[in-house]
């Protein structure tokens, strides 16, 4: 096949980035691309979902991805991975040799080693110049459940109706589950046998990138994660600072040791963000030295620099982003700016995965959680119209309805970047408005 028809096929089923972008996955496909890269590294504490994939679906995956390196007319197909995902890896060893054009790059074990740009860097020794897209230096990144669903997709067309979940913290049977898509943060912790304290509050998705959510919300295409952490745990206190207060406390504890700049993994690949001059300038009110506020563009919201690198306790991520974001609001474009060679030091500060964990106070949490197919079928499910990058699907269904798992719900706009949705169990359509469909099972 070719592009267009992959990328018609991959829009129709609704496949976007499940590593917790939602980029729709059509979108990145480019016969720009000389390397495709599949990325494996799960590098945030807690999370098991990406190597526990790869290690049963290991053919079905990288048939898929031999498949989109074949049709963008790539070269080379990298698999990035720790090797500490030993079964992962053993499962993809196993497989290499029915895939000339595959190969194993090793990631190290530290965090952000999923941050595409590092990832880029570590398996090809590319960097990509700041503010640019990765297809810039010839490479386009999956995530590896997104290549499992463009499978399902490519051989039966197939839309995307469930997400694998890792569910974990404090709760009694620490789990990676595969469920419906839209049913509630409080039906997984209950299949999770629910939680082992009473004062708990919820992130979606990974300790230094997920959001507090309540038990109300609905798992979406990108969900990676849920943690069931106490209340007044370290990581649920960052995502509490009011910002308000943070950029007081800048004012009054900044003392500009550098140390967030240092170990920031995007400076160290040369790219201009200089965390600690953002908090110099930001915390003195100056106006007329832009550079630091326009390096906000570059910053990949990994949350090293507030979540391990402040002895302070202070958040640069949190007022970079608030910053980013009133930037972009206002129109102010990402800068042009010139390339600078990746920094000399940049080895020697790593962060170790473990030594992150420990340093969050999550190692009494980094259970097993080994993978469960068990089906679920839930009461109904409400399933949001966004649940990726672009404009929102809209509904093909009315009120009344009857439908099947995989039935189309929500169509995507032909010319505008965006997905289908469809349903994720069957029933009857109780209601519909312009941000999500709710299905009732009969």
């Known amino acids: 096949m070719n592009i267009n028809e992959l990328k018609l096929i991959l829009k129709n089923s609704g496949v976007v980035g499940a590593g917790g972008a939602g980029f729709p996955c059509y979108a990145k496909l480019s016969d720009k691309a000389d390397i495709i890269l599949l990325n494996c590294a799960e590098c945030e504490p807690l999370l098991k979902l990406h190597r526990q994939v790869m290690q049963v679906y290991a053919n079905e995956i990288l048939e898929a991805f031999e498949t989109v390196r074949k049709t963008v007319g790539a070269k080379r197909a990298i698999i990035a991975i720790k090797p500490s995902y030993k079964k992962a890896v053993d499962a993809v060893k196993a497989l290499l040799k029915d895939f000339k054009n595959v190969e194993i790059g090793f990631l190290p074990e530290v965090y952000p080693a999923g941050d595409e740009v590092v990832t880029i860097y570590e398996t090809t020794g590319r960097v990509v110049p700041a503010g640019k897209l990765p297809i810039e230096v010839g490479v386009t990144v999956f995530n590896v459940e997104t290549i499992l669903n463009a499978y399902y997709a490519i051989k039966s067309g197939a839309g995307v109706t469930h997400k694998y979940i890792t569910v974990t913290g404090a709760v009694k049977n620490p789990i990676t589950l595969r469920v419906p898509l839209g049913i509630t943060v409080k039906e997984v912790i209950a299949l999770a046998g629910g939680a082992t304290i009473k004062d708990y509050a919820l992130i979606n998705g990974g300790p230094m990138t997920g959001s507090i959510v309540s038990e109300t919300d609905v798992i979406t295409k990108t969900s990676n994660a849920i943690l069931v952490l106490p209340a007044d745990q370290y990581v649920i206190k960052k995502r509490q600072n009011n910002p308000k207060v943070s950029l007081k406390r800048a004012m009054s504890a900044c003392c500009q040791c550098k140390m967030c700049t240092d170990l920031c993994p995007r400076n160290l690949l040369g790219h201009p963000i200089e965390p600690h001059k953002f ?53 102010i474009p990402v800068p042009e700016v010139k390339e600078a060679p990746v920094k000399e030091e940049r080895g020697g500060r790593y962060i170790l995965k473990s030594r992150l964990t420990a340093r969050l106070g999550l190692t009494e949490y980094n259970h097993s959680a080994p993978l469960d197919e068990k089906e679920y079928n839930p009461k109904k499910v409400k399933l949001l119209l966004s649940q990726h990058i672009g404009k929102p699907a809209e509904a093909v269904v009315k009120m009344g309805d009857t439908v099947k798992v995989g039935d189309l ?33 009969n």
């Not at 915390?283 to 002895?311: H, I, Q, R």
């Not at 965006?418 to 469909?437: F, L």
Request: hydrophobic share 40%; with cysteine; glycine share 12%.
């Open 409 to 441: 719900l929500a169509a995507a706009d032909e010319n505008a970047l965006g997905v289908a949705i469809h349903s994720s169990i069957n029933g009857m359509v109780t209601e519909v408005t312009d941000k999500y469909i709710v299905v009732s099972a």
């Open 279 to 331: 908090m110099r300038n930001i915390s003195s009110g100056v106006a007329n030295d832009v550079e630091p506020y326009l390096g906000t563009f570059f910053c990949s919201g990994c949350g090293l620099c507030e979540m391990y690198s402040c002895f302070q306790g202070l958040n640069p991520r949190t007022l970079m982003g608030m910053v980013k974001g009133s930037l972009r609001k206002g129109g």
